[in-house]
């Protein structure tokens, strides 16, 4: 079942002759379940597109539609509230909230609909996230390893429909990166979540089921890697 459909986006900043196309016409689709990596040079509009499909950023043209919803037929406060509650996002540099202790950070997406939390699925998280000894710790007193885990629970806390990682290893030593793959080839393995992650990990890009490569803000590759 296709779960993410985007048609001829595209983004310019600027105007006149200063104006730069970040991404030109890209128009492609996921399937639930599916594993895509995007890899590109830097400046290829990886990021922007992410930042697109996040509903962080708005396009200068086309649409964006995910689990059948236009995303930028929404108002802003629609938008927050999609947001949070169908799309995980995971960045590298974490963007944990300092003063919040690992559970805080986790739920936060939860608490902020005013809702409870799932005790059973928080736990099954932070269990599998090697967590569960961490919860009252500040994200200060953890390794970068344990906040990247951290920054995954609160992605995943509301189980989203889609998952969008940019650069999740490209902070991380080499052991740590390791850890992160495969804790996310596992939660789209096992769980069956739709994941897309920019990267130049070819770590990652190699266990993805499809790769997209982006250049000069235009797909110059989709390939599939394992039907």
């Known amino acids: 079942m296709e779960i993410l459909r985007i048609e001829h986006l595209s983004k310019i900043y600027g105007q006149g002759e200063t104006a730069v196309k970040a991404l030109d016409d890209i128009s492609f689709s996921v399937d639930e379940g599916e594993f895509i990596a995007i890899i590109g040079p830097s400046g290829s509009g990886k990021s922007t597109l992410l930042h697109l499909l996040g509903g962080v950023d708005r396009p200068t ?4 539609w995910i689990d059948n919803t236009d995303i930028y037929d929404l108002n802003e406060t629609q938008l927050a509230i999609f947001r949070r509650r169908q799309i995980g996002l995971v960045y590298q540099f974490y963007n944990l909230i300092p003063v919040l202790t690992v559970e805080e950070n ?4 939860i608490l902020l609909d005013g809702h409870q939390v799932e005790r059973q699925h928080f736990n099954s998280i932070v269990n599998i996230l090697d967590l569960k000894d961490r ?3 500040l994200p200060n007193q953890l390794s970068g390893g ?16 889609l998952m969008l990682a940019d650069e999740p290893t490209g902070n991380l030593d080499s052991k740590n990166s390791q850890e992160i793959v495969s804790l996310l080839t596992m939660f789209n393995k096992t769980y069956k979540q739709t994941l897309l992650v920019i990267t130049h990990d070819e ?25």
């Open 61 to 64: 043209s086309g649409k964006v």
């Open 106 to 109: 986790i739920t936060l997406p």
């Open 135 to 137: 919860l009252s710790y």
């Open 146 to 161: 344990q906040q990247q885990r951290v920054s995954i629970g609160r992605a995943l806390i509301n189980n989203p429909v």
């Open 203 to 227: 770590r990652i890009a190699l266990q993805a089921d499809r790769i997209i490569s982006i250049e000069d803000g235009r797909i110059a590759r989709d390939e599939v890697i394992r039907p």
